[in-house]
């Protein structure tokens, strides 16, 4: 109840105390505060036993107490009291009292005193006792409020994830919370009092007083607040990157600058990560339709090499024009294939490999390739789960790993290939942009040159970037391994500062359990001739006269279409059987798969054969050809292109790719 509704004790229940042994004066202060309104509910006691008995009960608003009584004193019951803890207002009623006395009950804790021959001041003494005590009470609430607020806001500066810093009108930090000392790595008493710009690089220092003054000058800013993105030093030199935020609170009768810094270092590095992810698959799509197209035009001057060669008697001075036609076609060939690699899109046969036997088995080729003077050093993991990947793959990625190794070592030095199981789990993957947590098998690729910076390192994987001289690589080395590795399901990643060497990590998919490798070796069939009707679908016009020219020297009558359209019309017109259907599985109109379905319909006996410049993996992912049917992949020799037709006709359909 407040002050202001105790303004008037008319009708107001009232429960009190009264501490008095003379019946006579009791009943007479009973009586002035029946007269003054209120509704008594009052208990009178005359020991000090008994009052203490009665401060056990939480009723009590008022004790009214004489100062002498016979055998104790008011003194005593004021020590009573405040040994119970208990907030009550108490009233010394008496006949007499000295000055002195008077002075002493005040002191003790009562709230007034009132001589007995004036106890018409007792209402209004005892209103103004029960007002105070609603103050104090009132004053208790809010400051018990007060320090959970503080303890509150203690509690949240402390475990704020940013660090805070307030910074006075005059840019000398005033507070900091446990996180600003974390992030900045000194004590709060070595920044207590100091420029802020202590915690800033040299470079940024003239910048952020700018910042601070517009804000200090400027209360639209002020109002809106102010973001920056900047670098912030460490006590130790070290720069890391921030977001500061700063907005104005007001203290006292000043207006500081609270400045929230976040650490954005993680998330710039994963900004990064994902940025150069985005980069290599669109360099890679770029690569592998460059590839694509490149793999038709090499088919037909490999293929045209091919016949010439046979064409041409033995000593005939054109073959030797004719022998180095094929090899640099087949040398560009060579080249599409490592941007397959990179754009994922190489031919791609997994087995169940056990990677210690690989580094293993691959250990005597790698020693004469790097050298005398690097020592070769193998750590393997005796426990190492399986994989499922391509061996020819995993060969290529520890050669090329290897010689970029032996290049980063112009003087000698050490290789280390490492082996181990690694499981990374979800804080591993919140660190490393496009990461599934999971098992997996790691090989650790290290040596203890030259190093690389930090720019070099955003450029490696890229197809065509070297830093070796001209002559000396291709740039496709490090790109067709990263290709490889994501082909495979798998991360790569490299470790390295200048001056003290590099290390390449790759992550592949571990087996939880021993596989049966179903896949088998190869068999390729000799070279083979036919008698049967082949109608052949290429909008590549030099390559469909080219695969026209094999099957007919291979004796098959051939049938020649340029569109789907085209070669459903000679199918309707041709009375004959079509023994195979060889379509491309990408054409513009109707695709290979569509052909061969609506042929089919007719022909349910043709046999069908699918080639393209794409690879049978990302054919089959993308449903252009479905699993377990014939497939050739461009380019290919007029050797494999017989073998594989003669293979399909005779109901072959497990026969090897040929290339």
């Known amino acids: 109840m407040t002050a202001t509704e105790q303004s008037s004790p008319a009708g107001r229940p009232l429960r009190v105390l009264l501490v008095e042994d003379n019946p006579r004066d009791a009943k007479l202060v009973i009586a002035v505060l029946k007269r003054s309104g209120y509704c008594l509910t009052i208990d009178t006691v005359t020991s000090l036993a008994s009052f203490q008995e009665q401060l056990e009960r939480s009723d009590r608003e008022v004790i009214l107490a004489d100062y002498n009584l016979r055998d104790w004193t008011a003194l005593e019951a004021l020590q009573a009291l405040k040994n119970s803890g208990r907030d009550i207002p108490f009233i010394v009623v008496t006949g007499t009292l000295g000055d002195e006395a008077a002075v002493e009950v005040i002191q003790r804790g009562a709230s007034d005193y009132v001589l007995k021959d004036r106890l018409a001041r007792l209402p209004s003494a005892i209103q103004r006792a029960l007002e105070e005590k609603t103050l104090r009470e009132e004053r208790k609430e809010s400051e018990k409020a007060l320090r959970a607020s503080e303890a509150a806001f203690r509690g949240l500066f402390e ?110 590095q994963l900004e990064l990560q994902l940025s150069q992810s985005q980069k290599m698959e669109a360099i890679g799509r770029l690569a592998g339709g460059v590839a694509h197209d490149f793999n038709n035009h090499l088919g037909v001057i490999i293929g045209y090499s091919e016949l010439l060669l046979d064409r041409l008697p033995p000593g005939d001075p054109l073959r030797k024009s004719a022998t180095m036609i094929r090899e640099a076609g087949q040398r560009s060939a060579s080249l599409t294939r490592q941007l397959l690699a990179f754009s994922r899109r190489q031919i791609f046969e997994p087995k169940v490999l056990d990677l210690n036997t690989v580094v293993s088995d691959i250990d005597s080729m790698l020693r004469p ?136 990590k790759i992550y592949l998919p571990r087996m939880d359990e021993d596989v049966a490798d179903a896949s088998a070796e190869p068999v390729l069939r000799p070279a083979s001739t036919g008698q049967e009707i082949v109608l052949v679908v290429e909008d590549e016009g030099m390559l469909r006269e080219l695969f026209c020219e094999f099957l007919r020297e291979s004796g098959y009558t051939v049938l020649a279409a340029g569109t789907g359209e085209e070669a459903v019309e000679i199918s309707s017109r041709h009375q004959g059987p079509i023994h195979l259907l060889l379509t491309d599985a990408v054409m513009p109109g109707i695709r290979g798969r569509e052909l061969a379905h609506s042929l089919e319909q007719r022909r349910p006996d043709m046999k069908v054969l699918f080639v393209s410049g794409y690879t049978d993996d990302s054919v089959l992912r993308s449903g252009l050809v479905q699993p377990g049917t014939a497939f050739l992949q461009k380019p290919f020799s007029r050797g494999a292109l017989t073998r594989k037709v003669r293979a399909v006709l005779d109901g072959e359909e497990g026969a090897a790719n040929g290339h």
Do not use: C
Not at 163 to 173: K, Q, Y
Not at 221 to 244: S, T, Y
């Open 159 to 268: 475990s704020a994830p940013d660090a805070i810093v307030l910074v006075n009108e005059d840019g000398r930090i005033t507070l900091v919370n446990a996180h600003a000392e974390s992030i900045f790595g000194y004590a709060r008493k070595e920044l207590i009092g100091k420029p802020v710009e202590m915690l800033l690089p040299e470079r940024f220092r003239e910048r952020h007083i700018g910042h601070r003054t517009a804000f200090q000058a400027n209360p639209t800013i002020r109002r809106m607040g102010v973001g920056i993105e900047l670098f912030a030093l460490r006590k130790d030199g070290v720069e890391i990157p921030v977001e500061v935020t700063l907005s104005p609170l007001r203290t006292n009768e000043h207006t500081e600058i609270l400045s929230i810094i976040r650490d954005v270092s993680e998330r710039k």
């Open 369 to 504: 390739l790097i050298g005398e003077d690097v020592e070769l050093v193998t750590l393997l993991d005796p426990s190492l789960g399986k994989l499922r990947a391509d061996p020819a793959q995993v060969d290529q990625i520890i050669m090329n790993l290897a010689v970029n190794a032996r290049d980063a070592m112009p003087h000698g030095g050490r290789l280390i290939l490492q082996t181990s199981n690694a499981d990374l789990d979800e804080a591993y993957a919140s660190k490393h942009a496009t990461v599934k947590p999971g098992h997996y098998v790691m090989l650790a690729v290290s040596d203890n040159g030259t190093g690389m910076d930090k720019q070099t390192q955003e450029q490696i994987f890229e197809p065509f970037f070297t830093t070796k001289e001209k002559g000396q690589g291709t740039g496709l080395g490090l790109s067709m391994v990263y290709g490889i590795v994501k082909q495979s399901g798998g991360y790569i990643w490299v470790y390295s500062e200048l001056g003290q060497g590099t290390t390449f």
